[in-house]
């Protein structure tokens, strides 16, 4: 057991492995554990089986509204439901990595989904939360806001490993719509995707999994030895 208490953001584009790597930061630490990307996923779950057009905001925000999305917050446990539906497998499919970044874009569904991450947070003493706006937005006053990042390819080549594709042409196709995310993303107007001003930059292209998590829980257990100086 480490000691640490209090909260690591991770934050990044798709494909960075923010979700391995966090997973890995809070058993270190001894953390809790939480994936906003997870919650968005299911919010798109609940989008496509009221056969709701993902560009319809309104619509999007009443169904999602009306839907009861839980996650789980351990970390070596995937607990991802919509309406008591286990849907953990479901949210890593195309249809819903096609459709996520649009539900995601509603500023109801961001509003309503932010509530519930920072009643998920307050409930744990040592938390490690992932996602797209966590250093900007959820949790501004975080202990420790890291932004991991990666090249294009590079995602792209992990992201493949993750699916069993060897396709070099599928390979080229999913960086690409790892791009075309990053612009959607980062050009919405509300909570876009961004490095927080004060957050680490952790830059995983030549980076393996294990180094990266060294390099977060260093910085955690760092942050926490700075607090208590200060």
Known sequence: MSGFRGQV?????????????????????GAAYLDTGAMYRAATVAVIDAGVDPEDADAVARVVAGARIEVGTTAGVEQVEVDGADVAERIRGAEVTRNVSAVSAVPAVRRQLVDQQRALVASADAVVVEGRDIGTVVLPDATLKVYLTAAPEVRAQRRAGQLGIGDPAEVA????DLRRRDEYDSSRAD????????AVVVDSTDLDREAVVDRVVDLALSAVGAGERT
Not at 191 to 198: E, K, M, Y
């Open 173 to 176: 196709a999913l960086a690409a």
């Open 9 to 29: 953001t991770l934050d990044g584009p798709s494909g960075t492995g923010k979700s391995s790597v966090a997973r890995a930061v809070a058993a270190r630490l």
């Open 191 to 198: 909570s876009p995707l961004r490095p927080a001003a004060d």
